[in-house]
């Protein structure tokens, strides 16, 4: 069950990420420069989850304890 959860996590990190940089191109051509500082904070923080997840997932699938 943890597993199939990091794979909600990651999948839904991504998803926000590609949500991200179409507001984040918006923002830039439409000379919001302010937004743009905001969504691309917002898609790192989401990039950080997305990769814990990864390593998380991996340590459960790769661990000798079956």
């Given at each position: 069950m943890a597993k199939k959860m990091c794979w909600v996590i990651i999948l839904v990190t991504l998803a926000?990420?590609?949500?991200?940089l179409?507001?984040?191109i918006e923002a830039?051509?439409?000379?919001?420069y302010n937004h743009v500082f905001g969504n691309?904070?917002?898609a790192?923080?989401?990039?950080i989850i997305a990769?814990?997840?990864?390593?998380?997932?991996?340590?459960?699938?790769y661990s000798n304890e079956k």
């Open positions: 926000v990420n590609v949500v991200m179409h507001f984040t830039y051509f439409g000379l919001e691309t904070i917002f790192l923080i989401s990039s990769l814990i997840s990864y390593f998380y997932w991996r340590r459960l699938e």
